[in-house]
C-alpha cells in the first residue's frame, strides 16, 4: 500500500513569490491534514481537510491556503513568501473524519532567500 | 488552552538500556494523547496514542505509554534500547472532542540517541 506522498522533496524560493505543495493521500483516506515543521517552532497545525471542504485551520495567516479535490489529494498554496516561512512541510491522512492524523509524508522542504 | 512538554530536548542511552521519554500535558479535561516518531529525513509515524479505556497503551516497535491523569503525565517507554530507535519524538495531544479532535498540539520533541 502507497503511503502519503508528497512533491516536491525539496524547494527554493525569494522572498515574495508563491509556492504549491502537493499531497496525495494513502488510498481510501479522505482526511488530509498540513503541518508546518519550522526550526525553534515545532510542528503547527495549519490546515485540515475533508471531502473537499476545509473543516479546520490554524493560527496561520490567509496567505496560507489549500483546498482538496475530488480524488481527495491535496494543495497548499503559499503566496507573498516570508524568510520565516522556511520549513518543513508535512502532509498527513486519516480514513476517519474523527481521528487523528496517523500516517505522514514525508513531507516538502521550503528554503526561502 | 491546551499544551505539551516534553522534558529534555536530548536523551542518550546504551543499546539494551531502557528508554524513557517525558510528557506532561496541560488541559481542563483529559485530552487524547499521542506519541509519534521521526526518522530523519521522513514523516512522523504514530506510535500509539490514549483515548479512553486502559491506561497502560502498548505500541509499535515495543513502545509503551501510561496515562497518568494525577500526574498529568503519559511517558513513553521500551524496556530495551536498539540501535533503529534513534529519532525523535514527538508527544501531542487533542482535545476529547469532535471538532477539535484533528488539532493536534505538539510537543517540541526529544531527540533519543542510542550508543552502543
Known amino acids: 500500500e502507497a503511503g502519503v506522498t508528497q512533491s516536491p522533496t525539496h524547494l527554493i524560493k525569494t522572498r515574495g513569490q508563491q509556492v504549491t505543495l502537493r499531497c496525495s493521500p494513502i488510498?481510501?483516506?479522505?482526511?488530509v491534514y498540513w503541518y508546518q515543521q519550522a526550526l525553534g517552532l515545532g510542528l503547527q497545525f495549519l490546515l485540515w481537510?475533508?471531502?473537499?471542504?476545509?473543516?479546520n485551520r490554524g493560527n496561520f495567516p490567509p496567505r496560507f491556503s489549500g483546498r482538496q479535490f475530488p480524488n481527495y489529494s491535496s494543495e497548499l498554496n503559499v503566496n507573498a513568501l516570508e524568510l520565516e516561512d522556511s520549513a518543513l512541510y508535512l502532509c498527513?491522512?486519516?480514513?476517519?473524519?474523527?481521528?487523528?492524523?496517523?500516517?505522514f509524508g514525508d513531507g516538502t522542504r521550503l528554503s526561502i532567500l | 488552552a491546551q499544551s505539551v512538554t516534553q522534558l529534555g530536548s536530548h536523551v542518550s542511552v546504551s543499546e539494551g538500556a531502557l528508554v524513557l521519554l517525558r510528557c506532561n500535558y496541560s488541559s481542563s479535561v483529559p485530552p487524547y494523547l499521542f506519541w509519534y516518531v521521526q526518522y530523519p529525513n521522513q514523516g512522523l509515524q504514530l506510535l500509539l496514542k490514549?483515548?479512553?479505556?486502559?491506561?497502560l497503551v502498548k505500541g509499535i516497535n515495543g513502545f509503551e505509554a501510561e496515562f497518568k491523569k494525577s500526574e498529568t503525565s503519559f511517558h513513553l517507554t521500551k524496556p530495551s534500547a536498539h540501535m533503529s530507535d534513534a529519532a525523535e519524538y514527538f508527544c501531542a495531544v487533542s482535545p476529547p472532542f469532535s471538532g477539535g479532535y484533528n488539532k493536534l498540539i505538539f510537543g517540541a520533541g526529544t531527540r533519543l540517541a542510542v550508543h552502543p
Open positions: 498527513a491522512s486519516s480514513s476517519d473524519r474523527a481521528g487523528q492524523p496517523q500516517h
Open positions: 481537510y475533508d471531502e473537499g471542504e476545509e473543516r
Open positions: 488510498s481510501g483516506h479522505t482526511s
Open positions: 490514549y483515548t479512553t479505556g486502559a491506561t
